[in-house]
């Protein structure tokens, strides 16, 4: 028996350290998600954020959420935080994560330009300007169906990135882990 526990415990170990191709999980609320190796993700709480919104920030470059007032000591307050990073580098990628309770026909994605994001339903929108201020040259929107009551918005900024840096952005978006009741 005992053999059998310590076993169960190696393989839980293994689960969670990156895999052969370097990704390592990102866990969150109701989700999980590969982030590739070199990248950074960070599951958050929706209330340190100003949008009440924000579950997740995944980035090829370090993220640096800009939270709290000028000289704060604190990292994060109730509500602070405002964007996942001051600027984006050139080539780099920011997939910003939102999350919305909804009902009805709010919880519709739109129906053009319609694709699967983690197996669920979803649309793809251009130029939602999230991170306008942050010197995106590109922005695309996913609107994700996740469940009757809810709707994620996955905002996926560039500057300047190459087409396997996208590439890497859109496999984190084809592998998320949908975790509902």
């Known amino acids: 028996m005992r053999r059998v526990a310590a076993g169960a415990l190696l393989l839980a170990a293994a689960c969670s350290v990156p895999s052969a191709s370097g990704s390592v999980a990102l866990e969150g609320r109701g989700f999980a998600a590969s982030v590739p190796s070199g990248w950074e993700g960070r599951a ?26 000028a000289g704060s000591s604190s990292a994060a307050s109730d509500g602070a935080c405002t964007t996942p990073l001051l600027a984006l580098d050139d080539g780099a990628v920011l997939m910003w994560w939102l999350s919305e309770t909804c009902a009805g026909a709010a919880c519709e994605p739109p129906e053009e330009d319609r694709l699967l994001v983690g197996g669920r339903q979803a649309s793809r929108v251009h130029g939602s300007s999230l991170c306008a201020g942050m010197g995106a040259t590109r922005e695309e929107a996913y609107l994700v169906a996740v469940t009757p009551q809810r709707i994620d918005a996955i905002v996926v900024c560039d500057r300047n990135a190459t087409d396997a840096t996208r590439a890497e952005a859109l496999d984190v978006l084809d592998r998320i882990r949908w975790r509902t009741p």
């Open 44 to 69: 958050t709480d929706p209330a340190q954020w100003a949008d009440q919104r924000t579950v997740a920030i995944i980035s090829s470059q370090a993220l640096d959420p800009q939270c709290g007032a």
